[in-house]
């Protein structure tokens, strides 16, 4: 059961306030458990995982989880038990089940109970982490998608200004932002000195133009610092951010 890369792994998510979204993980499996925590954080996610239902219930007061990873069947308290209390304290709160090999009995009382999706044993942590990629967007905690922006491995989040490549977080001033904001509206599209100085900074072109190669730089200082670079230059047309090959 292989981890994924960050280049393989599912897009980026947050939460709407732009902190990671957090998953418990609930298995009485300790080498699954750990399994499922380090492919969660491997794209970001902040991880709790508990061993029974019991110590899980704890966790869940304190770590107040956007979506639970729960073991069907588990010693004392199985995992519907388990998902109906955890709800009498987050009622809305989504979860993906794990279930035996071919126990389809456990895979409908676990639906029935309310359960968002279930994954067999053994999965593949590929389709675990795209099962749960779709939970946690259909459940409304995560930031709205029109203030999303992604260019390649890069996102820029509108409402919270949150930037990251490959997960890491950049930090930007006010003019930086506007600037790689701009450009990555308009992916793959070159965009002219004077059409940046417009929509940035709000001047009319005359002899300015200085002040977009030297933001530019900025940028590629911040944006594109010991990686493959996302910001080109187009001899005698402008600037265009694209994906790297």
């Known amino acids: 059961m292989a981890l994924p890369t960050p280049a393989s792994a599912t897009p980026k998510l947050s939460r709407a306030d732009g902190e990671p979204i957090r998953a418990l993980v609930v298995d ?106 779709r939970i946690v967007q259909r459940s409304g905690i995560m930031a709205p998608q029109f203030a999303l922006l992604s260019v390649g491995d890069l996102t820029l989040n509108k409402d919270t200004k949150v930037v990251q490549r490959s997960g890491v977080d950049i930090s930007l001033t006010t003019t930086e932002f506007e600037l790689l904001k701009f450009l990555m509206e308009n992916p793959r599209h070159v965009l002219s000195k004077s059409r940046i100085l417009d929509r940035v900074w709000n001047y009319d072109f005359g002899g300015q133009s200085n002040i977009v190669e030297l933001y530019i730089s900025y940028l590629r200082k911040k944006v594109d610092a010991e990686q493959e670079p996302m910001i080109h230059t187009v001899r005698g047309s402008g600037y265009v951010i694209k994906p790297c090959l």
Do not use: C, N
């Open 28 to 133: 009485d499996e300790p080498e699954l458990a750990d399994l499922m925590r380090r492919g969660l954080e491997i794209i970001g996610w902040e991880v709790a995982v508990a061993h029974d239902g019991f110590e899980a219930l704890k966790i869940s007061r304190e770590f107040m989880p956007d979506v639970l990873v729960l073991d069907v069947m588990m010693p004392g308290m199985d995992g519907v038990e388990l998902l109906q209390r955890i709800r009498t304290i987050y009622p809305d709160v989504p979860a993906l089940f794990l279930t035996a090999k071919d126990a389809v009995a456990d895979k409908v009382t676990g639906l029935q109970a309310g359960g968002d999706d279930y994954v067999s044993k053994p999965f593949s942590m590929k389709e675990v982490l795209l099962r749960l990629h």
